[in-house]
């Protein structure tokens, strides 16, 4: 993770949070004014409180999973394997349970960590997606298996097509032979319950695989897409995609909101109002990296929303 995303969870508190939405007007921090898609964060019915831990439902479905999902890539980093697994499950008992990973995060690395942090009754207590870059339903096939054995699973609750940024990848996902039908195989057979996709190049190739999943009788549980405070000042994705995701009732994965540190090098926010703006939007959780187990506690705090204002 990232130093300012550290310092972030080191150093953000629940006062810091309340001193935020009680100077936003419905819930809303200063930075979403004019914001008509974020002003609805969620329904009363959609959003659920455990502790400090806030929980959305994933789009039409009935799964609920924590406001704040752990990034898979971080988990991979740590040069003690070890150090991963406690990580993990420190998220876990802090009431996080949406639990982000790729099949091509460090070589597979990521995946066996978690696999490993998800034993001892853990497994039963997420909410977990992994995603493949296959293209071809051999290859898409292939890295299902791999990543289940990797994750100690049997199956996963949410299986993604990895970083859909070109728009013939639609094209060659959903032709005769491509990774669709390895996909939806593995659906059938119990080994993927959910399903969705990634991407973060052009908000006009979300629209375009959602257009050719339609096409195909497929209407995606779940999308992943950057949203965060400088989104809407070039090819927005929650202008053009999340209005439609929550239309659909499709489970909003939010990421990048701090943009890969680039925003927090202008100086004009802090980590913790990005996060204020990617979780005020309709999103079901904002994943974000975590490399460092004590900054866990503060991370509870920070996501202890009040709950009447989300009743709002």
């Known amino acids: 993770m990232d130093i300012n995303r550290r310092d972030f969870l080191k150093t953000a508190s629940i006062s810091g949070l309340a001193a935020g939405l009680a100077a936003s007007e419905g819930f809303l921090s200063p930075l979403l004014a004019g914001n008509e898609t974020a002003q609805k964060p969620s329904t009363t019915e959609q959003t659920t409180r455990n502790g400090d831990m806030i ?36 998220a876990i008992d802090r009431g996080i349970n949406f639990m982000d990973n790729c099949w091509d995060y460090h070589n597979g690395g990521s995946e066996i960590r978690m696999g490993k942090a998800l034993q001892d009754g853990y497994r039963e207590k997420v909410f977990l997606m992994t995603k493949i870059d296959g293209r071809t339903k051999e290859s898409a096939a292939k890295q299902i298996d791999e990543s289940l054995k990797r994750l100690q699973t049997d199956r996963v609750d949410l299986m ?72 809407a000042h070039f090819r927005s994705f929650e202008r053009a995609v999340l209005p439609k995701l929550v239309q659909n009732q499709i489970g909003v994965l939010g990421m990048k909101a701090m943009g890969d540190q680039i925003i927090l090098k202008s100086n004009t926010v802090k980590p913790i109002e990005c996060l204020h703006y990617a979780m005020n939007l309709p999103t079901s959780t904002v994943i974000t990296g975590i490399d460092r187990r004590f900054s866990f506690r503060d991370a509870a705090r920070t996501l202890q929303f009040t709950h009447s204002r989300i009743q709002k």
């Not at 789009?59 to 150090?83: F, M």
């Not at 195989?185 to 257009?211: C, N, S, W």
């Open 160 to 231: 993604q097509f990895h970083e859909i940024i070109r728009l013939e990848d639609p094209d060659r996902i959903f032709t005769k032979g491509g990774a669709a039908e390895a996909v939806f195989e593995a659906q059938k057979a119990g080994k993927v319950r959910y399903i969705g996709f990634t991407g973060h190049k052009d908000p006009l190739v979300h629209l375009r695989m959602l257009e050719i999943a339609a096409q195909n009788g497929l209407r995606f549980d779940a999308v992943q897409l950057p949203l965060n405070v400088m989104d």
């Open 55 to 90: 929980y959305r439902s994933l789009g039409r479905t009935k799964e609920k999973v924590s406001v704040i999902g752990l990034g898979g890539h971080h988990i991979g980093r740590q040069k003690d394997e070890q150090e991963s697994i406690k990580i993990i499950r420190s």
